[in-house]
DNA sequence: CTGTTAGCGCGTTCAA
DNA sequence: TTGAACGCGCTAACAG
């Protein structure tokens, strides 16, 4: 009770009245223990309120102490991308509760050895890869198996956690049809990023079955290439009546995009955009777009990592519509 | 040279002809050692690509492997700030590079215990304060002297990383001036925050060396404080005929407020930013506002913790003015 | 100025 | 099922 001082493993032991060997053998649920041992070193750990020294653990089981989250992309510009920003904090909550950092790291789009590299560097104690490619999480080593986490696509061995694009799409693209838009252009994601294959195809399945012809464009998720696609498509499609955007930060840039070219939002041209991102409610006009739980996608990733979760497969958050002026 | 294994402190040493601890001192640039082993030893370093094992020094050192980033504010949603944000993702970036971790969190502004139960954890290698007040700066615990930081206000134990409020105030206001306005009103930060006192010290200055009268309304850095903040203004002061935020995310809800009152921005009345986050540049009209080098401030709070420099006292970062459209 | 010795807290053999 | 002994890689204390 005089914590004082941090208890030790030697503590508990001590105070449960067994070794340090069956205590730690409990402790990591590693190795058999008799019920009536698990019992009190279980007790003495909640009375001292144990936790284990993560450094200590580290060093003998050469496993790291942090979690790094690695961004795949073109260039390094990616890791300024918001939604990055929101990954990092939410991991950093996780991880601060388990007494572990995180630490970020981009990973060339065409550098197949990188995640290879970054994941034999030591002090690994898991890895969060956010919009991986599959061939790229085929490189991550066997040593990793279990402490690795896909934000986006998956593979048989890297669990997944991500937005379902699917129905998000497909509930934006709705309610652009319902609201009387009927030639709808989408802008997508970087085309190497697998996980926007299902936005597309859902996008193509609205279409179809409201009649209407796809306009498909491709894009970055940068505000830039927003802009430049607005006038793209609108040089291409005259007659466009509706822009989704699988950002919302290109989605701002289209809005730029259609403003310089004095098109009127919503107008001539609804817009809508995908995340929602905290901008998206202070833009002119309000960015209409879909919602995600991106702090509670990466809290579970980062979790089943942590917690060597067995939680192989993908889990799929909703995305809910937000209907504000711009569509 | 046959890397295969990350390299030892012991490979080190045995390859500079010397003992472990003479590495040992050289690497960590503790206690004596002569010019020739230090010589021989930071040869072997470069040679084996050595980098020492975070969790190893931890564990004998006490000290901790990964970099807390605390940020003071009245509720958890500071976090949330897309400055944040920007100040993890730099240090997680440094922290990397020395295999070390990140993990965030929130300060209660009144708990002034948290963080010394923060400081107190086991597991940290050193702590960086976000916007800290003084007296919550003299709450953390002798034995973490040399391994902290602040973003914002420094005190005399701890080293101070931060932008120049003062004269990034002074070449937004005067910008203002110059272009011909005169009724110019203020949002400041939250009241308790140090830092942004020397910014309305400014701000009255420029605005007394040119006649006009001061006109300050308090803000919280959030956008919809900017909104109210804007109303109120308008409301108090109809003939204002600028608005100067100290936060662009305050200065994006003036905009908006601005905009429901159906005041022409910059046609009626002129609104400048601070900060230049991303977002600054993508609003409409663009905000006008004074761009920070934050992740360059973060990053050498994070490196001065991080490789125990002797920096105290404190070092201000310029700002510098981007005219947009808003002003 | 240098090398030797002794742990830091923990997981993991190996015998019992 | 348990406990004793060992070592992970490193820094700190002490002798030389």
């Known amino acids: 009770m005089t914590a004082e001082h ?3 493993l030697d ?10 060997a069956t205590a730690s053998r409990v402790v990591t649920g590693q190795g058999p223990a008799s019920q009536h041992s698990r019992d009190r070193v279980t007790a003495a750990v909640a009375a001292l309120g144990y936790v284990p020294d993560a450094s200590a653990r580290a060093l003998v089981t050469r496993t790291g102490t942090r979690l790094a989250i690695a961004v795949i992309g073109h260039t390094a510009a990616v890791l300024d991308d918001p939604y990055v920003g929101r990954v990092l904090t939410s991991a950093a909550h996780v991880a601060a509760e388990r007494e572990v950092g995180v630490s970020l790291h981009w990973l060339p789009l065409h550098d197949p050895g990188s995640l290879a590299r970054l994941a034999d560097g030591r002090g690994l104690g898991g890895l969060v890869v956010v919009n991986p490619t599959r061939p790229a999480l085929d490189t991550v080593p066997r040593s990793l ?4 986490a ?10 997944s956690f991500d937005v379902d694009n699917r129905s998000g799409t497909d509930g934006v693209v709705r309610h652009l049809v319902r609201s009387g838009r009927s030639r709808i252009a989408m ?10 294959d299902r936005a597309v195809e859902a996008y193509r399945k609205v279409l179809h079955d409201s009649g209407g012809e796809p306009r498909v464009v491709p894009g970055d998720f940068t505000a830039i290439r927003g802009a430049k696609a607005a006038i793209e498509i609108m040089a ?8 989704f955007a699988l950002s919302d930060l290109t989605a701002l840039g289209v ?14 041209v609804a817009v809508a955009g995908f995340d929602d991102i905290t901008f998206a409610g202070l833009s002119r006009p309000g960015l209409t777009t879909s919602t995600h739980p991106v702090e509670e996608i990466a809290a579970a990733a980062a979790r089943a990592v942590l917690d060597r979760r067995d939680t192989s497969g993908a889990t799929f958050y909703p995305s809910a519509l937000v209907v504000r002026d711009s569509a």
Chains 1, 2 share one sequence.
């Open 6 to 8: 941090t208890a030790t």
């Open 11 to 20: 503590d508990v032991a001590r105070a449960a009245g067994v070794s340090r």
């Open 145 to 148: 198996r279990g402490r690795v």
């Open 150 to 159: 896909a934000v986006g696509v998956g593979t048989r061995h890297v669990p």
């Open 187 to 196: 802008v997508t994601g970087p085309s190497w990023l697998p996980c926007g």
């Open 236 to 243: 291409r499609w005259p007659d466009t009546d509706a822009v």
């Open 255 to 268: 809005l730029d995009g259609l403003h310089a070219l004095g098109v009127r939002v919503p107008g001539d």
